[in-house]
């Protein structure tokens, strides 16, 4: 099982954001990587890919997003929100099958 | 430019089956694992299915298992799930899903299709 908090945000521009993801189970595997990865789910588009194993930032992603944490804890930060950045947020678990958290809806104020 | 797209969507009665279908382009659709997510109405994302390259292996979310089938024809470019004995709380939006090469990562993915299951 996959803990989000908190299940909504609303951030001013340019300030930080922070989201938690507690797993039920240690996400380490035995070959050392973490088996934890963010996707943000915008209106009317497909998910997207943020960051997968842990902290790796997928291909095109701004670096102001950032994956962090080990075996059950885990934070997606975003060091300056942007307008563009509004939608939902899901952690997932790859360790055992595939397991989504239950999404942060991040709105701007 | 690499793009996945489902089909097949539709309404049907309770009990009902359906096929959705999806067809990628832009890459080499075969060296790839695929994958199918659903995202009922008001609600978050769910995983469904995985199914291996050549089809040797197949994964479900316990809540489908034996009543979905994923499939995939490498020849057509194409991922298939066939849903048998459809259930209201089956209704959703229905992506498919490139799963990244040397990772478990869904890194493309379709615009989704909807089924809704209602009499």
């Known amino acids: 099982v996959m803990t989000q908090s908190p299940l909504s945000l609303s951030v001013t521009p340019g300030q930080p954001a922070s989201i938690s993801c507690k797993s039920s189970r240690s996400l380490l595997y035995t070959d050392g990587k973490t088996y934890v990865h963010w996707y943000l789910h915008k209106a009317g588009q497909p998910p997207q890919l943020l960051i997968h194993?842990?902290?790796n930032r997928f291909s095109g992603v701004p670096d102001r997003f950032s994956g962090s944490g080990s075996g059950t804890d885990f934070t997606l930060q975003i060091s300056r929100v942007e307008a563009e950045d509004v939608g939902v947020y899901y952690c997932a678990q790859s360790i055992q099958l595939y397991t989504f958290g239950q999404g942060t809806k991040l709105e701007i104020k | 430019e690499v793009q996945l797209v489902e089909s097949g969507g539709g309404l049907v009665q309770p009990g009902g089956s359906l096929r959705l279908s999806c067809e990628g382009s832009?890459?080499?659709?075969?060296?790839?694992?695929m994958t199918w997510v659903r995202q009922a109405p008001g609600k978050g994302l769910e995983w469904v299915a995985n199914?291996?390259?050549?089809?040797?292996?197949?994964y479900y979310v316990e809540s489908v298992q034996g009543r979905f089938t994923i499939s995939r024809d490498n020849a057509k470019n194409s991922l298939y799930l066939q849903m048998n004995s459809l259930r209201a709380e089956d209704t959703a939006v229905y992506y498919c899903?490139?799963?990244?090469?040397?990772?478990?990562?869904?890194?493309?993915w379709g615009h989704g299709t909807m089924v809704t299951v209602s009499s």
């Open positions: 832009g890459f080499i659709f075969s060296t790839n694992w």
């Open positions: 899903a490139r799963v990244r090469l040397g990772s478990d990562v869904f890194d493309v």
């Open positions: 194993e842990l902290s």
């Open positions: 199914i291996k390259q050549d089809a040797s292996q197949l």
